[in-house]
């Protein structure tokens, strides 16, 4: 039987690039590209099937930053497909990005510099906005969407006659420091990104909890710094053609710059031939790229605590059971 495969966010970027490896693995595929924009969507299509002329590509119109979006696209999935064999929740924003340059050039003469360029922790601030629901933005776009699409599709992924896997593209950015239980959405704070990509790590956690014995399991991965439309808002693409010389120096430190999308997606992919069982449900893994050029992942256990991802989960339901309440625009 065909798996079918659901990648949001896969019109450009890390998403794209994880398509083409996909089908180039297996082009009975059922893929699915899950997009904002179905222009966008097409174009990426078109070019998938430029090199996998006989796979079968399907598109969804879905802004994981629009609850309505969210219930209409998952409706749409119900229709159309008995089974969802992966789910990855790959869209992603970070607005408005602000580099701490004194900070930057602080990190770099210190000993932490090498940790800096694989996390710029304490370096990036963002300016986050409500969307039409009344949700921060960041936190709808990386975080609840997604959450809201995984429960909607759970009469598709939690089949006792079959696993489902869902894929967290998350960050090395993601910080404990920057999330607060008591401010989930990150109202009140200036670093929304780290404070979402945190509380995918935990929901995932949350999720292999509550899930596994049903038959879905969740991982969670971090591209490295990957050169896409992203990264050109943070600074301009003609810096980064300007200091890739630079890129490739710093890639002989950290093997966490992986520049192209292609190289980025490798943990994607590497979980996609993985058995489940397999995998450590605590673990982010990392895309890595080593100075010759060589592709590996690596796992790394996430700074999680036991009891927090259940604490997160049940806000989440809580919030959850909210916006399908008032489902009127600007209410929460
Ligand atoms: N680049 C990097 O260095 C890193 C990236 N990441 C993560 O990787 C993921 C992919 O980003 P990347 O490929 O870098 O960047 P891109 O901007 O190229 O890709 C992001 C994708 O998400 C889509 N998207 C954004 N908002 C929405 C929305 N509301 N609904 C549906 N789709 C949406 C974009 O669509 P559209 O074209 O319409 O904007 C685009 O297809 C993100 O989650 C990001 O946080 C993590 C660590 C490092
Ligand atoms: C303008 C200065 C002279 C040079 C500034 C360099 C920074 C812009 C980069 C250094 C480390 C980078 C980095 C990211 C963005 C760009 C930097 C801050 C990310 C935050 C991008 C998104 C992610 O999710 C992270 C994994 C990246 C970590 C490193």
Known sequence: MERVVIVTGANSGIGLALCERL????VQLRL????RNMQRAEAARAA??????????????????SMKSVLDAAQEVKTRYRKVDFLYLNAGIMPNPQVNIGAFFKGLLSRNAIRM???AEGLLTQQDRLNADGLQEVFATNLFGHFLLIRELEPLLCQSSHTSRVVWTSSSNASHSAFSMEDIQHRNGTEPYSSSKYASDMLSVALNRQKNSQGL????ICPGLVMTNLTYGIVPSFFWTLIMPIMYLIRVFTNTFTISPYNGAEALFWLFLQKPESLD???KYHSLTSALGRNYVQPQQMDVDNETPEVLFAKLLELENFVKKNDHVGYI
Not at 48 to 65: C, I
Not at 217 to 220: A, N, P, Q
């Open 32 to 35: 699915c590209l899950a997009c």
């Open 281 to 283: 449900p605590r673990a």
């Open 23 to 26: 089908l180039t693995e297996d």
């Open 48 to 65: 998938l099937l430029t090199s996998h002329a006989d796979a079968h590509v399907d598109l969804l119109h879905l802004d994981v930053g």
């Open 117 to 119: 360029f694989s996390t």
């Open 217 to 220: 399991f969740s991982s969670v």
